[in-house]
């Protein structure tokens, strides 16, 4: 692992919250539109946002053994996924900077900030596992 | 965009179980990659940040590790329609360990700006506006 300064993480902010549009003004939403375009620009300018899409409302929710298709996500909810940006930056901390600049936070936007991992914890572990078996029949 | 709920399918499974299901995961990511279906995919650090409030003067751990609604990962699929989008996401193996997945269309405009397209319009215009004048600024 690099340990020099110029080392980037990559981070995920999801947008939580499709309906924080209702009852602002339309002088409200004039500002709050310009400053995210504003702010999804500046980003990519700066090359810290490598890419970021909205997310249509409607979609579907697929779970369980018998694969049921349901409609969803709940299509007016705060916690609902809007959107996402995709960051590459020098660590969690400058993610949580540009999280705190999101024009939507004032009007009841949630940002999550999660790490992009490299690979997935769980094939992580059953690689454990299965090296440990390694270990076990050798011994 | 598929997005996986519930990161901890694997816990209560044995070593073998767990391996069988990676396998199986692993040879359906594969089997998609190979069908030029994905466009991009990664696991997410089960840490991460939730930042709220004017300014995101609240900043929260999370998200919940233990909550089944979790987001673990995405995945951006090549697909035609929502139906293809979803035939996908049924095939998934770790559905029958408790999985969830909310697959999304991805949108080129955001819905709450495609509500306001008059506002969109000005703030275009706008930014061309101020883009001239700096470039007459400049000359």
Redesign the interface.
């Given at each position: 692992m690099s340990t020099t300064s110029t080392a980037k993480s990559?981070y995920?902010l999801?947008f939580r919250g499709?309906v924080?549009?209702r009852g602002l003004s339309?002088a409200q939403?004039?500002k709050v539109?310009?400053d995210?375009?504003?702010w999804f620009e500046r980003l990519k300018a700066e090359g810290k946002c490598v890419g970021g899409?909205?997310?249509?409302?409607?979609?579907?929710?697929?779970?369980?053994?018998q694969?049921t298709?349901a409609d969803?996500?709940f299509a007016e909810s705060k916690?609902a996924?809007?959107?996402y940006f995709y960051l590459t930056v020098a660590d969690?901390k400058e993610a949580?900077e540009i999280?705190?600049?999101?024009p939507g936070?004032?009007y009841?936007?949630?940002?999550?900030?999660?790490?992009?991992?490299d690979?997935?914890?769980?094939?992580q572990?059953?690689q454990e596992?299965?090296n440990h078996?390694l270990a076990g029949a050798t011994a | 965009?598929l997005?996986f709920r519930g990161?901890h399918?694997?816990r209560g499974l044995t070593?073998d179980q767990?391996?069988q299901?990676?396998d199986k995961?692993?040879a359906w990511f594969e089997g998609l990659n190979e069908g030029g279906k994905i466009k991009s995919a990664?696991?997410?650090?089960?840490?991460?940040?939730?930042?709220?409030?004017?300014?995101?003067r609240f900043?929260l751990d999370?998200?919940f590790a233990e909550s089944k609604?979790a987001?673990g990962?995405?995945l951006v699929l090549h697909a035609a329609n929502?139906n293809e989008a979803?035939e996908i996401?049924?095939s998934?193996p770790t559905?029958?360990y408790g999985?969830?997945?909310?697959?999304?269309?991805?949108?080129?405009?955001?819905?709450?700006?495609q509500?306001?397209p008059d506002?969109?319009q000005?703030?275009?215009e706008?930014?061309v506006q101020a883009e001239q004048l700096w470039v007459a600024a400049a000359a």
């Amino acid at each position: 692992m690099s340990t020099t300064s110029t080392a980037k993480s990559d981070y995920l902010l999801l947008f939580r919250g499709n309906v924080w549009d209702r009852g602002l003004s339309p002088a409200q939403l004039q500002k709050v539109v310009s400053d995210w375009m504003a702010w999804f620009e500046r980003l990519k300018a700066e090359g810290k946002c490598v890419g970021g899409n909205p997310l249509e409302d409607e979609g579907k929710v697929i779970s369980g053994k018998q694969r049921t298709v349901a409609d969803g996500p709940f299509a007016e909810s705060k916690e609902a996924i809007g959107g996402y940006f995709y960051l590459t930056v020098a660590d969690e901390k400058e993610a949580i900077e540009i999280a705190k600049q999101c024009p939507g936070l004032e009007y009841g936007s949630v940002v999550e900030v999660r790490p992009v991992a490299d690979e997935c914890s769980i094939k992580q572990r059953a690689q454990e596992y299965s090296n440990h078996e390694l270990a076990g029949a050798t011994a | 965009m598929l997005l996986f709920r519930g990161p901890h399918w694997d816990r209560g499974l044995t070593p073998d179980q767990l391996q069988q299901a990676m396998d199986k995961v692993m040879a359906w990511f594969e089997g998609l990659n190979e069908g030029g279906k994905i466009k991009s995919a990664q696991p997410l650090g089960t840490q991460g940040r939730i930042i709220s409030g004017t300014n995101g003067r609240f900043v929260l751990d999370g998200p919940f590790a233990e909550s089944k609604e979790a987001v673990g990962g995405y995945l951006v699929l090549h697909a035609a329609n929502l139906n293809e989008a979803v035939e996908i996401a049924r095939s998934m193996p770790t559905l029958s360990y408790g999985v969830s997945v909310e697959v999304r269309p991805i949108l080129a405009e955001c819905p709450i700006f495609q509500r306001h397209p008059d506002l969109v319009q000005r703030a275009s215009e706008r930014a061309v506006q101020a883009e001239q004048l700096w470039v007459a600024a400049a000359a």
